[in-house]
């Protein structure tokens, strides 16, 4: 296995491990969730099952409706769907709840970020995107829709559901909202992977070693 290959393995789990841990936190905090963390808890509440693995179930669900937009799943995708609901429910077994404004607005503060850096170390990994995030974009290829109004539009829904359902919706859930693109924006530079080197492929003949000119300095490989 190739160093590179090695990086971007460890940084897709690390980066779900923190995004788990950071929606944990987020929990335990008490100030309101993200948007499908809402949704989540309002199932667990109903359910009987615990937060994570209502997140489990629910990325499974979501990874489903990629069949008729003819999505392909990655490695991260559903990597994705199983390592953030048990880092989670990990994350509250072992934090316990915070009460009082001047425990819950810093833990909630960290949670955020963390959640921000957590979003640039695995997508940073390139190995396909989370179940709700090929939805949006699934949906956006079908429809033609802009980005914007998709997710706006599916998180608006996913939202409403949750509360009325009894999930968590205050102060903590409009900060997420806020904070949550500058921070991904951010932390996509600070985890961005070079490009593994290229080797050059040794020519077959003497006639191979001669280079057209306005030939590129180097070859793009697929991913």
Do not use: K
């Not at 990086?7 to 690390?14: E, F, G, P, S």
């Not at 509250?92 to 819950?104: R, S, Y």
């Amino acid at each position: 296995m190739s160093s590179h290959l090695t990086r971007r393995l460890l940084q897709l789990y690390a980066g779900l491990a923190l995004y788990g841990i950071s929606s944990g936190l987020l929990v335990q905090a008490g100030l309101g969730l993200e948007p499908w963390g809402v949704l989540h808890q309002g199932i667990a509440r109903h359910s009987g099952l615990s937060i994570g693995v209502v997140s489990i179930i629910v990325g499974a669900a979501v990874l489903l409706l990629w069949i008729p937009l003819r999505q392909r799943p990655g490695l991260g995708t559903v990597s994705n769907v199983f390592a953030i609901g048990i880092f989670m429910d990990a994350t509250i077994a072992v934090v316990p709840p915070v009460h009082g404004l001047l425990g819950q607005v810093p833990m909630a503060a960290a949670a955020i970020v963390c959640n921000g850096a957590a979003t640039g170390l695995y997508i940073s990994a390139r190995f396909g995107p989370g179940p709700r995030d090929g939805l949006m974009t699934g949906l956006h290829r079908v429809t033609g829709r802009s980005i914007r109004l998709v997710r706006t539009s599916l998180e608006v829904v996913v939202v409403a559901t949750g509360f009325l359902l009894g999930g968590s919706l205050g102060v903590g859930t409009v900060l997420y909202a806020l904070a949550i693109g500058p921070l991904a924006q951010l932390f996509l530079r600070v985890f961005a992977l070079p490009e593994p080197p290229v080797e050059p492929t040794p020519p077959s003949s003497a006639h191979d070693t001669c280079v057209p000119a306005g030939s590129p300095e180097r070859a793009i490989l697929p991913r």
